[in-house]
């Protein structure tokens, strides 16, 4: 009889252990997939002019505020102080995403794996993974003469550097191919503030590199049948050449540049079905 006590007790303390390892298990799970979003800070700005002031301040600010300062005028580090006007933000404190108008968060896209988008009226770019903002940054798309190429694409080829196929002498690091017969991509290359490419997408060095290790290639069967496309990459909107820089009136509206959820949904709408068919044939793959 003590014995079978004993078995029971045994038996009542493995469930109840069992139960709670579950809870911790459950409770550190729901922890681990609901992330908090985070929240978008106010932050006004000013314009700096002339050349020398803007020298005079770029020369004073540590690498970090350089940077988004920077970033906030489409520019490297090298060619802020070559520009006559700049938007300057009151705050330079915060995460790079605070400075740019894509959204954190797109419900509509949490079952689309990765997705890119280049707005070409803001010369902005964001990268999303399961509908949350993972990464953005300025660039410089094409310039009048050769506009890049608007709507959906998929990334395919990429290369560490690359010659250019519009000038043999312009080397391009962390190319990624998005048309392969137009030669369009995006890479690092010089930001002077402006749309200035051959029709390309350039970025910052550092954003050029993020981007080509975390999108994917496509996979080929032999040298041309596509058996899984790569990363969906959506170029909308135009620039206004031939007016101010649209960031310049930040000073005026720190929210002119916004760009909504619904505006980005009612974008991708057309195109999908398409996304999410691909998508499906590359999981199907195991790619």
């Not at 505020?65 to 006007?85: E, F, G």
Request: net charge positive; proline share 5%.
């Amino acid at each position: 009889m003590h014995f079978i006590k004993k078995c029971l007790l045994s038996v009542l303390l493995f469930t109840i252990s069992c139960k709670n390892n579950q809870t911790k298990i459950t409770e550190h799970a729901s922890q681990e997939k609901v992330l908090p979003v985070e929240k978008r800070v106010a932050i006004t700005y000013h314009l700096l002019y002339p050349k020398d002031s803007i020298k005079k301040m770029a020369k004073a600010l540590d690498t970090t505020q350089l940077a988004i300062l920077s970033a906030v005028n489409r520019a490297d580090k090298n060619n802020i102080i070559n520009l006559d006007t700049i938007a300057v933000p009151a705050d330079l404190t915060q995460k790079i995403q605070q400075y740019f108008p894509f959204p954190f968060e797109l419900s509509f896209a949490k079952d689309i794996n990765k997705i890119i988008f280049f707005s070409y009226p803001a010369q902005v770019f964001a990268a999303y993974e399961h509908g949350r903002l993972v990464h953005t940054g300025a660039t410089s798309m094409g310039r009048r003469a050769d506009a890049t190429p608007t709507g959906l694409f998929y990334t395919n080829w990429k290369a560490e550097k690359t010659t250019s196929t519009f000038n043999d002498e312009w080397d391009l690091k962390w190319n990624f191919n998005i048309e392969n017969k137009l030669g369009v991509g995006f890479h690092e290359y010089a930001m002077p503030g402006y749309p200035a490419s051959h029709s390309c997408l350039r970025l910052t060095e550092s954003d050029a590199a993020y981007l080509y290790n975390w999108a994917q290639q496509w996979e080929l069967q032999g040298t041309d049948n596509i058996i899984a496309y790569g990363t969906p990459v959506i170029v909308f909107g135009s620039y206004p050449f031939g007016s101010a820089r649209p960031w310049l009136t930040l000073a005026q509206n720190a929210g002119a540049l916004e760009i909504t959820a619904q505006a980005l949904q009612d974008t991708v709408t057309q195109y999908l079905p398409d996304i999410m068919q691909k998508q499906q044939q590359r999981i199907a793959l195991g790619k």
